[in-house]
Nanobody, 125 residues
């Protein structure tokens, strides 16, 4: 069973950067498509970025190139580099993984089986 643990969240000022990490255990990460989601209390969890086993990436259109997802299978980790952060990026960020995800499900919550507990990102203006 895959287990995921996020780290790297925190408080940052607007226009700053943060790098989130997700460490996987229980199975080789190379077998999994992975993604980052975020959620604000009272709202749906939304897909931020995804990367499949071949390294193909997909991003939420609203991010306009500010975020970059990457993976290091040798370390069983994947990452979310967040640049030029805005107050609207404030949310709980979750990492997720699944053995296979259909192209149309890459940024959909229902497409993923394994989830981390989340790490809070707070951006102040």
């Amino acid at each position: 069973r895959m287990q995921l643990v996020e780290s790297g969240g925190g408080s940052v000022q607007s226009a700053g950067s943060l790098r989130l990490s997700c460490e996987a255990s229980g199975d080789p990460l190379s077998r999994y498509a992975v993604a980052w989601f975020r959620q604000i209390p009272g709202k749906e969890r939304e897909g931020v970025a995804a990367i499949d086993t071949d390294g193909v990436t997909e991003y939420a259109e609203s991010l306009a190139g500010r975020f970059i997802i990457s993976r290091d299978n040798a370390k069983n980790m994947f990452f979310l580099q967040m640049n030029n952060l805005k107050s609207e990026d404030t949310a709980m960020y979750f990492c997720a993984a699944v053995g296979y995800v259909a192209r149309w499900s890459r940024l959909k919550r229902a497409g993923y089986m394994y989830w981390g507990q989340g790490t809070q990102v707070t951006v102040s203006s």
